[in-house]
């Protein structure tokens, strides 16, 4: 029997209401050419690898061609850009074109990213060029990787078409694997329109989805929102200790599920400062590294607003345990941040002291000017960390407290190194790096993409001391800005 590309789809989005979307086709790319399948990816999505790897797949996830079985539609949903409300959003370059149960028995979205204009374009073309279809894949996939909860990359696909922005490009169609694609922003499109049976079925939906247990409790969108609150404060924790820096947090960018989602201007930090920003929309870094733990309280506050006529059946009752809910955010980030520093302190215990100690490491690397990264992966080697400061006696005086309080634990020095590197990473997706990447791939030569991809699928291995993917950029290499690909 040939090969098959069979999608087994089962699209539970598309039998909710049609408000909730609009049915239409991709827009059929001209010349679809493989550019990087994900075969790892492919087969826990329960796909034939030898079939998609080829002219057949690229059409498929390209635009070119619609897999049987396939329910295309683009997501309708608001969301808060920057902090002013648009009541209508939606995917303006998107389309789902259904979803799968993978090997695991998990629901998955499939989705083209790039594959033309929509009802929800606001005057866009709904194309995406070469080099952000290039840095989403680069990213999600590291991201992954480091076992962050995030979208996933199935394939990059050029088009054989041209995409117009500052300059013109290839095209590009991303495949996008989501746990599901429901946003803060899906549930503000309902709110703002007053549509509390819609925002009923949405809610039903999503538990159903992502938290099948709270269809038993009490008051099931009370646990809903609690799970999604646990979900997020779990994962920016996450984000803030490998440096990772989103760079567009609106309401429409914060998934249900707590996976990362929407790469456009994200960056990972070199030096560590909290006042970090990287995307080149962020005008005022309201989205600066430092912002981001406050940034997701705002947005779930958001998403408790959204909630309120399913909460209770008096509105003042609603908004006193939607306030509940939403003040513990500060609480559950906290522990799940220390959690995070003390693993990559090398801490397997918990002490009062702790918070200090992982904070007064941070302020020496802010004035220091050290690399987040390197700083914390050579904790696991005495006597490399200093040399990542600017005056290295400012991070000898820290780690003499560090010392006393690993005499603490009583580990062994061989387990407590092995603790240290697998938690944290010797590579990251230096921006210099991910644009030199896009930069050859523009040009036809995807070999550096490869290379990039293969380093960072094992992040926590040991390299080569002169083995570029581990340094920081040099002055000339330092990138100032990130672009999204809208």
């Known amino acids: 029997m040939a090969p098959s590309t069979a999608f087994a789809f089962d699209n539970s989005y598309a039998r909710l209401p049609e408000r909730f979307y609009a049915r239409l086709p991709p827009a059929p790319a001209p010349a679809p050419q493989m550019i990087r399948l994900n075969h790892v990816l492919a087969r826990e999505l329960g796909l034939d690898t030898d079939a998609l790897d080829g002219p057949e797949g690229a059409a498929l996830l390209s635009g070119a061609a619609v897999p049987e079985g396939a329910e295309p539609i683009a997501q309708a949903y608001a ?20 979803e799968l149960i993978d090997q695991r028995g998990q629901r998955r979205d499939v989705q083209l990213k790039g594959s033309g204009r929509t009802p929800f374009s606001r005057m866009g073309d709904g194309l995406a060029p070469l080099g952000p279809v290039l840095r989403e894949y680069i990213i999600s996939e590291a991201m992954a990787a ?245 005056d290295p006696a400012a991070f000898d005086a820290w780690e003499a407290d560090w010392t006393a309080r690993l005499a603490e634990e009583g580990a062994s020095p061989a387990a407590r190194r092995a603790m240290l590197r697998a938690t944290n990473p010797a590579v990251i997706p230096r921006n210099h790096m991910v644009e030199a990447a896009i930069a050859a791939g523009l040009k036809g030569d995807f070999a550096p993409f490869e290379t990039l991809l293969g380093v960072l699928a094992e992040p926590f291995d040991d390299h080569a001391e002169d083995d570029p993917h581990t340094r920081p950029p040099k002055a000339h290499e330092v990138v100032q800005a990130t672009f999204c690909g809208t």
């Open 146 to 390: 480091l076992g962050v909860p995030t979208t996933r990359s199935l394939a990059a696909v050029a088009t054989g078409g041209r995409v117009v922005r500052e300059t013109v490009s290839p095209g590009a169609v991303l495949t996008r694997i989501a746990a599901s694609h429901i946003r803060v922003g899906t549930f503000q499109f309902f709110a703002a329109r007053q549509d509390t049976e819609a925002l009923r079925l949405l809610t039903d939906h999503a538990i159903a989805r992502h938290d099948p247990a709270a269809a038993e409790a009490k008051n099931p969108p009370l646990a809903f929102l609690e799970g999604v609150i646990a979900r997020q404060t779990r994962l920016i924790a996450h984000w803030m200790s490998i440096g990772f820096i989103h760079g567009v947090m609106n309401t429409d960018n914060m998934t249900v599920s707590g996976e990362t989602i929407d790469y456009g201007p994200c960056a990972f930090m070199d030096s560590y400062d909290l006042q970090t920003v990287y995307s080149s929309i962020d005008h005022q870094g309201r989205y600066a590294y430092g912002n981001q733990p406050g940034i997701a309280h705002w947005n779930l506050v958001c998403l408790a607003q959204a909630l309120l006529p399913l909460l209770e059946d008096d509105m003042d009752a609603a908004v006193e345990t939607a306030q509940g809910a939403v003040d513990q955010v500060p609480s559950l980030y906290a522990a799940a941040w220390l959690e995070r520093m003390r693993a990559k302190l090398g801490l397997t215990t918990a002490r009062e002291e702790d918070q200090a100690l992982a904070t007064d490491l941070l302020a020496r690397m802010a004035d220091g000017g050290a690399d987040f990264t390197l700083t914390f992966r050579a904790l696991a080697e005495p006597g490399s960390a200093r040399t990542h400061f600017a």
């Open 79 to 98: 969301g808060h850009q920057f902090g002013g409300f648009s009541p209508q959003l939606g995917d303006g370059r998107a389309i789902l074109l259904g």
